[in-house]
């Protein structure tokens, strides 16, 4: 069975960095995308935050957090990281790990999601 954990939210003042990991077992991932997605409360739709391609070679961002946040994962693909500097309220929302053969920009086209962890900004 897949499993994918994320691990690291927490409360920061804004300015402020946070580390969150994805732990990912139950099938090699090594030939999938991994992404970060995020929901804000009262939205209803998770965003797009950032991406790495299968290689580890190619990674995406949304314009929002480029430049600010990077995304990184182990060779194997089992542990996805995503570093987070100059928060922002803004950034403030549920943060999730997704895992695709294909991926993309949409959180439709992700068939592996986990349980999702808290960020907090505080302004």
């Known amino acids: 069975q897949v499993h994918l954990v994320e691990s690291g939210g927490g409360l920061v003042q804004a300015g402020g960095s946070l580390r969150l990991a994805c732990a990912a077992s139950?099938?090699?991932?090594?030939?999938?995308?991994m992404a970060w997605f995020r929901q804000a409360p009262g939205k209803e739709q998770r965003e797009f935050v950032a991406?790495?391609?299968?290689?580890?070679?190619?990674?995406t961002y949304a314009d929002s957090v480029k430049g600010r946040y990077t995304i990184s994962s182990t060779n194997d693909k089992n542990t996805v990281f995503l570093q987070m500097n100059n928060l922002k309220p803004e950034d403030a929302a549920t943060y999730y790990c997704?895992?695709?053969?294909?991926?993309?920009?949409?959180?439709?086209?992700?068939?592996?999601w986990g349980q999702g962890t808290q960020v907090t900004v505080s302004s």
């Open positions: 997704a895992a695709d053969d294909t991926g993309g920009l949409e959180s439709d086209n992700y068939d592996y």
């Open positions: 139950g099938r090699s991932f090594a030939n999938y995308v």
């Open positions: 991406a790495i391609s299968w290689s580890g070679k190619s990674t």
